[in-house]
């Protein structure tokens, strides 16, 4: 069966198209894309999709989610998550380790995958854990959990708190050619804090996290990926500090690419004086100075990957004190319409970039290109959003699909429709 969609905006980074097209699908495969799509022999037969004038992007790919399955699936389920991923444009997502028990045995890995091919919904591709147990003590046996299907390696939740430990990661899994991605805190720095460490903070009287408990790890690790190799991916940055050195070293030319999220570019610690967990958040939200920082460094490259952190929590783990809710929101039904009105809207990045930052970067940077993901080259597997940027989306209880509801967004306003996600030529959303 082939499928046209036509009458559409094209955006494609990873083969620079951006203008009106159409879209040629066969067998779950690209077969053509642009002008010659409506021409080619296979179109004469195909069912007909008009989008409308809509933009047509490669499904997006998210670097970091919490599906919570196996052991919370009262807050997330890989199903659920899966859901929310498709509804928000994502066709693949990369999900953390830290689930109850952790991913750090083949058992654990393939639990995972049969469970997202039951679900049928999006790509789904588990992380492993760096360390046994994620007691940061001695390295998970990598070798096996690659084979098994992880496409990198993280204690996401927890920092790697020993320098030899992580060398030994960025070493191994440079023979692997995966990355190890790095959740930065300094745990000693950090100590019992629940925001940023700042005017804020003290005008509250709440314990606070300092810049420099994201930017001493960052630091550190910068130097264990210039001595080793090995290819170190700096989870959720948030800081000034962070996104120069970040800057530095992609000047060197070292292997460091590092992501950002929605939340960390939309709003500051200046949020907490409300006393709402659902701003509640690790790295924490930081000022409006940070966010300046993070918004040039998407602007001039330094951000390689827009990621959620889709971290659901339920009711009984927000609705407390301040000091004793959960960190973490969900964040992958937001994720588009706060890129467009924040990114786009406001002129620092242009759509195009902000498909790439969403779609064909982040398949790189945990090399799913190399399965044709992340774009829509012919041959390619048929993984494809179509959403209307102009179209209003309000954020409430029946625009989230997640099974859990924790986001500072409620109530919001924002662009970006999703009219319909494809993952392999079928259509799984809209």
């Keep these: 069966m082939s ?8 955006v494609d980074p990873s083969q620079n198209l951006d203008g009106p097209g159409a ?31 809509a933009v047509l992007a490669p499904g997006f790919v998210d670097l970091h989610v919490h599906f919570r399955e196996p052991g919370q699936t009262r807050k997330e ?8 991923a498709v509804a928000g444009g994502f066709s693949s997502v990369c999900a953390m380790a830290n689930t109850k028990p952790v991913n750090d ?40 959990l690659k084979t098994a299907g992880c496409v990198a390696f993280s204690d996401d939740g927890l920092p790697i708190g020993s320098a030899s430990l992580m060398r030994r990661a960025l070493e191994y ?86 992501e950002v999220t929605p939340h960390h570019f939309a709003l500051s610690d200046k949020e907490l004086m409300k006393f709402d967990s659902d701003f509640k958040m690790n790295p924490p939200l930081r000022t409006d100075a940070d966010i300046q920082a993070v918004l040039e460094a998407i602007a001039d ?21 301040l000091p004793f809710a959960a960190f973490g929101i969900i964040g992958l039904e937001t994720a588009l319409p706060l890129t467009l009105e924040l990114l786009v809207n406001r002129k620092v990045i242009s759509l195009a970039k902000a498909i790439s930052l969403l779609s064909w970067e982040p398949a790189k940077v945990f090399h799913l290109d190399r399965q044709g993901l992340g774009g829509l080259r012919p041959g390619a597997p048929a993984d494809f959003v ?45």
């Design 23 to 53: 879209l040629l699908i066969a067998e779950g495969k690209v077969v053509a894309i642009g002008a010659e799509a409506v021409k080619h022999p296979q179109a004469a037969g195909a069912d007909v999709v008009d989008g409308g004038g």
């Design 301 to 321: 490259g330094t951000v390689d990957a827009i990621a959620t952190d889709h971290a659901p929590h339920g009711w009984d783990d927000k609705e407390v004190e």
């Design 173 to 258: 899994t440079r023979w692997l050619d995966v990355p190890v991605v790095a959740h930065e805190e300094d745990k000693d720095l950090a100590g019992k804090g629940y925001m940023h460490e700042g005017a804020v903070s003290a005008s509250l009287g709440c314990l606070g996290i300092p810049s420099a408990a994201e930017e001493a790890m960052v630091a550190r690790d910068i130097v264990l990926a210039e001595h080793t190799g090995g290819h170190l991916h700096l989870a959720h940055l948030s800081t000034q500090g962070s996104m120069r050195m970040v800057r530095e070293a992609k000047s060197r030319g070292l292997r460091v690419t590092c």
């Design 3 to 10: 499928l046209l969609v036509k009458n559409v905006h094209l």
């Design 77 to 84: 389920s890989i199903e659920t998550g899966s859901r929310a």
């Design 386 to 430: 179509l959403f209307d940027p102009n179209a209003q989306v309000q954020v409430d209880r029946e625009f989230i699909q997640s099974k859990s509801f924790n986001t500072p967004f409620k109530g919001w306003t924002l662009p970006g429709r999703i009219l319909g996600t494809w993952v392999g030529g079928k259509k799984v959303w809209g």
């Design 105 to 144: 045995t083949v058992a654990i890995t393939e639990m995972m995958l049969s469970r997202a091919a039951k679900a049928d919904l999006c790509r789904y591709f588990p992380i492993g854990t760096v360390s046994r147990e994620m007691k940061g003590e001695e390295l998970a046996d990598m070798g096996t």
